[in-house]
């Protein structure tokens, strides 16, 4: 039976979580949480949305041409991705599974070291120190255990006060790796020894074709109760709603109380990598039910009752000159040497790697 089926015509398909602001724009009383965003960070939380998405835009248009590898859209998530990123510390680590594109921008990572790994020209891209953010994996549910590990040692260095303090690690993963046999152990480490993590899960509703009703027949932050420790849905579209509870759920961690599953319910609006067709099984009618709840569209609303329509073009206006600048970086990355395959594999390198790269070079 198909999601919209299951519905019906005019049904709430779910609890969609916690709720700061409507669809329409309207704000929205929770007797839990309240907006902790004010006015200028509002407008932020904004542009940084408006740019993701032009950017995400420009690199499917670039993988289309053939300067891309694969590209992998963030499309519908932007509220789930910048609002959980700004309720972080600069010195908490963050865990990036592969989607999490406007985590690594809101970080300052330059948009084009995002690109390099799916251009082929690196192994990973950015310096994790210097940014707080681990590079990308591909394989599901890795980073969580990552980040646990991380989150132990923090544990184990009594908070690694950074500033007076203690940091916490956040990580990504999706509603498929909700299913994967990492992640559950990863909550069973992460519970078992109070470590500060938060488990920010991004449920788009697919696994790639997989929808996310058929991996899980309850909301997937309810899970975090058979391991012991808090977990919290939200509307993933309502960025104001992600930042309040995102910034709850930190603050738990950072407090020594353990971790936190945040569920981030939202939707996936492109495919799940360029090499997907979404067409064969979204259907347009779910598609449009949730474009009706688009992220960008419903703060835009919100702030069009106090900005003029200039600000919003201006807004625009930059995303297009950064998508424009990204493509010319893009295309300005230089060929790696072919030895560079054996470089970075192990620190100070070893005979083995020494034999593989000499054959590299008589090649």
């Not at 609002?83 to 989607?99: I, K, Q, T, V």
């Not at 950074?162 to 498929?176: E, F, K, S, T």
């Not at 688009?294 to 003029?308: F, N």
């Amino acid at each position: 039976m198909s999601l919209m089926a299951e519905r019906g015509e005019n049904a709430t398909p779910f609890d969609e979580g916690v709720r700061l602001l409507a669809p329409d724009g309207s704000l929205v009383d929770d007797p839990r949480f309240a907006v902790r965003a004010d006015s200028r960070q509002t407008e932020s939380f904004y542009r940084e949305m408006v740019r993701a998405r032009r950017l995400d835009e420009e690199a499917t248009a670039l993988q289309r041409q053939g300067e891309l590898v694969l590209w992998i859209p963030l499309r519908g998530q932007e509220a789930a991705q910048v609002g959980s990123a700004a309720a972080a510390r600069l010195g908490d680590f963050l865990f990036p599974s592969y989607r999490e594109h406007a985590v690594a921008w809101h970080r300052g990572i330059p948009p084009v070291e995002v690109l390099r790994l799916l251009r082929g020209v690196t192994h990973g891209g950015w310096d994790p120190e210097l940014y707080k953010v681990a590079n990308y994996v591909l394989v599901l549910a890795s980073q969580t255990l990552h980040a646990v590990g991380y989150g132990l040692g923090v544990r184990i260095d009594e908070g690694a006060a950074r500033d007076g303090d203690p940091q916490v690690v956040m990580v990504y993963l999706g509603d498929g790796a909700m299913s994967q046999g990492d992640a559950n152990e990863a909550f069973v480490w992460a519970a078992s020894f109070a470590a500060p993590v938060v488990f920010f899960c991004q449920n788009n509703q697919w696994a790639i074709s997989t929808p996310s009703r058929r991996q899980s027949p309850v909301p997937l932050a309810r899970r975090a109760e058979g391991f012991g420790f808090p977990g919290v849905r939200v509307d993933g579209n309502d960025v104001l709603a992600v930042h309040a509870v995102t910034g709850w759920a930190l603050e738990h961690a950072r407090s020594g109380q353990g971790p936190v599953l945040v569920e981030a319910n939202t939707y996936r609006m492109a495919p799940h990598t360029t090499s997907d067709d979404a067409t064969r099984y979204q259907e347009p009618a779910e598609v449009a039910w949730w474009g009706a709840r688009d992220p960008i569209d419903r703060l835009e609303r919100l702030l069009a009752h106090t900005h003029e329509p200039a600000w919003f073009a201006q807004v625009r206006a930059e995303a297009d000159a950064d998508a424009a600048a990204l493509r010319r970086q893009c295309l300005a990355l230089p060929d790696p040497s072919p030895w560079s395959l054996v470089d970075h594999v192990l620190v100070g390198g070893s005979s083995l790697l020494r034999e593989q790269r000499g054959q590299i070079w008589e090649g």
